[in-house]
């Protein structure tokens, strides 16, 4: 999808006060010890790096991918001597940064994430809602981690023609809301998993109010039927070898289907063989930006009465799909950078680090959907590019007056 122009210096303006801290505002460390109470991980004892300090510098580890470990923590650390004094906050040396990672885990941030990631467009924001739906998208990407013993066992190599290759890979698949961008949920597993089954996890996080976009590697009829008994409608594009069985043709060029489960999904037990659904069938072809053809596109929705929305409108609908894919882009490409693998080599903290990144990533999208709120702009206006610069040239991630608890800060007593 073409990026939509930057209408000037106003829009950039709107992102001015954007900052680290400003992030920090979206996950509080009251909420940070509330995680680590829930997942059993606060510090036991007093450490030179405490479980809250852990969690912030996961974070900082994702808005700034391309700085070391070490100096990412001495910036984090900055700003805590600032607020508590030079003497009381030292940087560890050694191991114990990885060992601090190591004890802390991925449970609470997956708590965070869990807790703050939910919907943000405002049904007044411009391109927020299509009719009055939300729409949201579901799709799957991969993502290389650092070539190790104990990564590949668990996440993988990608396979060729000529055998396994390259970095090992973790699957991933999120649901993205169109309007904000934002990821509200996403689940991982290995590179050989299937991409549609695993999506099936994220089926319990749609709502009433949402119109679910799905490309056609995602069509299964119990899958749609479990979509649609949570979300208020579907717009999905399927195979064109799926077979329908033609009950009515509508006005407007669309028709009335009836669809079935497979042999395979009832032999699985997924689905009855007398179970059924009535669908409508949208199928046209698209003109590229070049001018030539594209291939038929065959979309099913529940959406039944064209009054409610004709083809043309959910054929025109349908590419806010591709809403995800700059979603994707956005997390790989301006936060971890271009051709960058993940830094972690060890399994449990590559999820530590992915949690890291999609906590980032819902904070910066959270900070512009408000920013965008107040300016009367569509929060896709708004430059993701800048709005990452904005915050990595923040020097202080813990500005002056910035509400961060003394555990964040806790010392070993006899540290100077």
Request: glycine share 6%; with cysteine.
């Given at each position: 999808m073409p990026r939509q122009p930057m209408s000037g210096r106003n829009l950039c303006t709107l992102l001015e006060d954007l900052s680290l801290g400003a992030l920090l505002r979206v996950m509080p460390t009251a909420l940070v010890q509330e995680a680590l109470a829930a997942t059993d991980r606060q510090s036991q004892r007093y450490r030179l790096l405490p479980a809250a300090t852990v969690v912030y510098l996961v974070?900082?580890?994702?808005?700034?991918?391309?700085?070391?470990?070490?100096?990412?923590?001495?910036?984090?650390?900055?700003?805590?001597?600032?607020?508590?004094?030079?003497r009381r906050v030292r940087v560890p040396k050694g191991t114990a940064v990885s060992a601090a990672r190591q004890r802390l885990g991925a449970a609470p941030l997956a708590w965070l994430f869990a807790r703050m990631a939910h919907p943000l467009a405002r049904r007044d924001q411009p391109g927020a809602f299509w009719r009055h739906w939300r729409v949201m998208a579901i799709d799957g990407t991969t993502v290389e981690v650092q070539h190790t013993a104990a990564n590949c066992a668990t996440f993988g190599l990608p396979?060729?023609?000529?055998?396994?290759?390259?970095?090992?890979?973790?699957?991933?698949?999120?649901?993205?809301?169109?309007?904000?961008?934002?990821?509200?949920?996403?689940?991982?597993?290995?590179?050989?998993?299937?991409?549609?089954?695993?999506?099936?996890e994220l089926l319990p996080h749609l709502a009433p109010d949402m119109l679910l976009l799905a490309d056609r590697g995602y069509y299964s009829f119990a899958r749609w039927r479990d979509a649609a008994a949570r979300a208020g409608a579907l717009v999905w594009?399927?195979?064109?070898?799926?077979?329908?069985?033609?009950?009515?043709?509508?006005?407007?060029?669309?028709?009335?289907?009836?669809?079935?489960?497979?042999?395979?999904?009832?032999?699985?037990?997924l689905a009855q063989p007398d179970e059924t659904a009535v669908v409508r069938v949208i199928e046209y072809v698209p003109v590229l930006a070049d001018g030539t053809r594209g291939e038929t596109v065959r979309l099913l929705t529940t959406i039944l009465d064209p009054a409610l929305a004709s083809a043309l409108d959910l054929a025109q609908l349908f590419p806010q799909r591709w809403s995800i894919e700059v979603g994707f882009d956005e997390v790989k490409t301006h936060l971890r950078g271009r051709d960058r693998v993940l830094r972690s080599q060890r399994p449990d903290l590559v999820v530590q680090e992915l949690?890291?990144?999609?906590?980032?990533?819902?904070?910066?999208r959270a900070t512009m959907a408000e920013a965008a709120a107040l300016g009367g702009v569509a929060p896709t206006r708004l430059s993701f590019t800048h709005a990452v610069n904005v915050i990595r040239r923040q020097a202080v991630p813990f500005p002056p007056g910035a509400e961060v608890g003394p555990s964040v800060c806790e010392h070993s007593p006899g540290n100077p």
């Amino acid at each position: 999808m073409p990026r939509q122009p930057m209408s000037g210096r106003n829009l950039c303006t709107l992102l001015e006060d954007l900052s680290l801290g400003a992030l920090l505002r979206v996950m509080p460390t009251a909420l940070v010890q509330e995680a680590l109470a829930a997942t059993d991980r606060q510090s036991q004892r007093y450490r030179l790096l405490p479980a809250a300090t852990v969690v912030y510098l996961v974070l900082m580890l994702a808005v700034r991918a391309d700085v070391s470990i070490k100096e990412n923590l001495r910036g984090l650390l900055e700003g805590l001597r600032r607020q508590f004094g030079w003497r009381r906050v030292r940087v560890p040396k050694g191991t114990a940064v990885s060992a601090a990672r190591q004890r802390l885990g991925a449970a609470p941030l997956a708590w965070l994430f869990a807790r703050m990631a939910h919907p943000l467009a405002r049904r007044d924001q411009p391109g927020a809602f299509w009719r009055h739906w939300r729409v949201m998208a579901i799709d799957g990407t991969t993502v290389e981690v650092q070539h190790t013993a104990a990564n590949c066992a668990t996440f993988g190599l990608p396979r060729n023609q000529y055998g396994a290759a390259g970095y090992p890979q973790v699957k991933l698949v999120a649901l993205l809301e169109c309007g904000t961008r934002a990821i509200i949920a996403w689940v991982h597993g290995p590179s050989r998993s299937d991409e549609a089954t695993l999506g099936d996890e994220l089926l319990p996080h749609l709502a009433p109010d949402m119109l679910l976009l799905a490309d056609r590697g995602y069509y299964s009829f119990a899958r749609w039927r479990d979509a649609a008994a949570r979300a208020g409608a579907l717009v999905w594009r399927v195979k064109a070898t799926l077979k329908l069985k033609r009950l009515k043709e509508l006005d407007d060029g669309s028709f009335l289907a009836r669809v079935r489960p497979s042999a395979k999904l009832c032999r699985k037990g997924l689905a009855q063989p007398d179970e059924t659904a009535v669908v409508r069938v949208i199928e046209y072809v698209p003109v590229l930006a070049d001018g030539t053809r594209g291939e038929t596109v065959r979309l099913l929705t529940t959406i039944l009465d064209p009054a409610l929305a004709s083809a043309l409108d959910l054929a025109q609908l349908f590419p806010q799909r591709w809403s995800i894919e700059v979603g994707f882009d956005e997390v790989k490409t301006h936060l971890r950078g271009r051709d960058r693998v993940l830094r972690s080599q060890r399994p449990d903290l590559v999820v530590q680090e992915l949690h890291g990144f999609f906590l980032a990533y819902f904070a910066i999208r959270a900070t512009m959907a408000e920013a965008a709120a107040l300016g009367g702009v569509a929060p896709t206006r708004l430059s993701f590019t800048h709005a990452v610069n904005v915050i990595r040239r923040q020097a202080v991630p813990f500005p002056p007056g910035a509400e961060v608890g003394p555990s964040v800060c806790e010392h070993s007593p006899g540290n100077p």
